[in-house]
């Protein structure tokens, strides 16, 4: 067995690693009820205690909406297990695979088995969600989970906890509390997967832990997420799009639209449109019920930090949506900005932004646009706003990015069947939809022998059938 000894792990993690991987090896892989049980299990328990989580995620925020909440966290659960029961029995089926002439009579099939003890590390940005889904998944899949939350969001994770120790057994499913110490221990555990969800700089630290054991990863990543809006699309229904995809949980969105490319001709159009969008969606401004607070000071003073930086460098600075009527200020509250002339010099266009921040750059051709991204680590989302046409091909032929939505921000993430995943900076992986259930399975390739077949007569001691067999196989 592996993992005897875990000497730089907290005792907790890598007790109930030890625990859970003991009672995977005694008793096996799950069958379908089981797996349906757990999910149905898991589903009870978020339902339940959906006021608690509401409650919890807003005082870590300082302030978010229980709509909002539900709409971006217990939807994204609720829909991802209902997801997994519809398709598990078609998930689990052995896959008949194709056998070689010469191996005829016999039969090869994969069978996805689960791996075992998933690790699971989730951020703060929907602490819910992005440790409930990979969870959900797990338990499809079969196998057992320890998950590290956010210290960022200490509610949260404390609701969690409790919601999940109530619903299973640390056998079966368990949670750990820390921070970065506690991460790094937890990430250096011999898991039979990690999944990470968080920065690309902490997922590098944990891919260098996981390696030493050999640990596969999923790593869900961020970055800067462009969206192209093509020339003449600037409109009604592209604005309330961006300004949901911005300004939902604040821009504390690993998939938000990081910032806007638009054609030069439509920058003023754009630039009153925003304003009124924003406004429409946020009647009572920034510090309105439905508008979510920065998590912490320190992001906070980031974001700060980013507009001086950005205005120091030339930039326009704009704040959007604000009404004089709401001046009353509510706790880490940073009111929707649009950017223009940033360069690459400023910070805002170097570092994912995170924030209810856009900056807008201008262009001429969809070429300059496929340019400007390609030099660029490739993003998690690209969103295209404009025609199916050949300018939207070309975008999406030569541009790599882990998603793209056309005319639609953040909703590709709610498309339970499509996988959900970066590449390169942003990721490596995915989950959602099959790839999900894949990624935590070891796909186990099986051979079984048949009564006869043509590899019977090449052993030794070779002979004229060898021979014979030989010049067949070479076609000779
Ligand atoms: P983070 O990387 O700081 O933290 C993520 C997790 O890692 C937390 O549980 C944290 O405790 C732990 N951690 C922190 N330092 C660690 C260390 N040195 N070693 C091991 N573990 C450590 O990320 P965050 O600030 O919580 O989240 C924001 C980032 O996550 C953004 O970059 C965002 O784009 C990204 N994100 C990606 C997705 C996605 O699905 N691709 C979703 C949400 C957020």
Same mark, same amino acid.
């Not at 640390?170 to 221990?185: I, Q």
């Not at 638009?262 to 009153?272: A, I």
């Not at 995943?421 to 999900?436: F, K």
């Given at each position: ?15 109930? =690693?030890? #625990?859970? &991987?003991? %009672?995977? !090896?005694?008793?096996? $892989?799950?069958?379908?009820? +089981?797996?349906? @049980?757990? =999910?149905? #299990?898991? &589903?009870? %328990?978020? !339902?339940?205690?959906? $006021?608690?989580?509401?409650? +919890?995620?807003? @005082? ?417």
């Amino acid at each position: 067995m592996r993992g005897d000894s875990f000497p730089e792990a907290p005792s907790s993690g890598a007790d109930l =690693l030890d #625990r859970q &991987r003991r %009672a995977f !090896l005694r008793d096996g $892989a799950p069958d379908l009820r +089981a797996r349906k @049980a757990n =999910l149905r #299990r898991l &589903r009870t %328990a978020v !339902l339940a205690h959906h $006021a608690e989580i509401g409650e +919890a995620v807003s @005082a870590d925020f300082s302030h978010r909406s229980r709509h909002e909440t539900e709409i971006m966290e217990l939807v994204a659960v609720i829909q991802a297990i209902d997801y997994l029961s519809r398709n598990l029995r078609r998930f689990m089926k052995p896959e008949r695979r194709h056998v070689g002439i010469h191996y005829q009579s016999g039969r090869a099939y994969v069978a996805l088995q689960p791996k075992g003890v998933i690790g699971v590390m989730a951020p703060w940005n929907y602490p819910v969600s992005l440790t409930l889904v990979p969870l959900a998944t797990a338990l499809a899949a079969g196998n057992r989970a320890l998950l590290k939350p956010s210290e960022l969001t200490p509610r949260t994770s404390a609701v969690l906890k409790r919601l999940l120790e109530d619903a299973f057994t640390p056998e079966e499913v368990a949670v750990v509390l820390g921070g970065p110490e506690v991460g790094a221990a937890f990430s250096a555990l011999p898991f039979d997967h990690l999944l990470f969800t968080g920065s690309t700089p902490v997922g590098r630290r944990v891919m260098a832990a996981a390696s030493e054991n050999l640990v596969p990863v999923t790593l869900e990543l961020g970055g800067k997420s462009p969206a192209v809006i093509a020339r003449g699309h600037v409109n009604a229904r592209t604005l309330g799009s961006l300004v949901f995809g911005k300004l939902a949980n604040a821009g504390q969105t690993c998939v938000a639209p990081d910032y806007a490319l638009v054609h030069e001709d439509d920058l003023e159009t754009f630039v009153g449109g925003y304003d009124a969008a924003v406004a429409r969606a946020y009647p009572e401004g920034p510090t309105g019920a439905d508008y979510t607070s920065i998590v912490n000071e320190r992001h906070f003073e980031r974001l700060k930090g980013l507009l001086g930086d950005a205005r120091t460098k030339g930039a326009r600075v704009i704040e959007v949506g604000v009404h004089p009527e709401t001046a009353e200020t509510r706790s880490r509250t940073l009111a929707p900005a649009l950017v223009i002339g940033a360069g690459d010099d400023a910070g805002l266009m170097q570092e994912e932004i995170f924030g209810p921040i856009l900056p807008v750059r201008t262009y001429r051709t969809i070429d300059e646009v496929i340019a400007h991204v390609s030099d660029r680590p490739r993003p998690l989302a690209l969103y295209y706003f404009g025609d199916e046409d050949a300018g939207c091909a070309r975008m999406l032929g030569s541009t790599t990015s882990g998603n793209v939505g056309i005319n639609n921000t953040l909703m590709h993430v709610a498309q339970e069947d499509l996988p959900f995943g970066g590449v390169g900076a942003s990721g490596m992986g995915a989950y959602h939809g099959i790839e999900g259930f894949r990624a935590l399975s070891h796909a186990k390739g099986v051979f079984v022998q048949g009564r006869w077949n043509l590899t019977g007569l090449t052993r030794a001691p070779f002979g004229t059938s060898a021979a014979r067999v030989l010049n067949v196989v070479l076609r000779r």
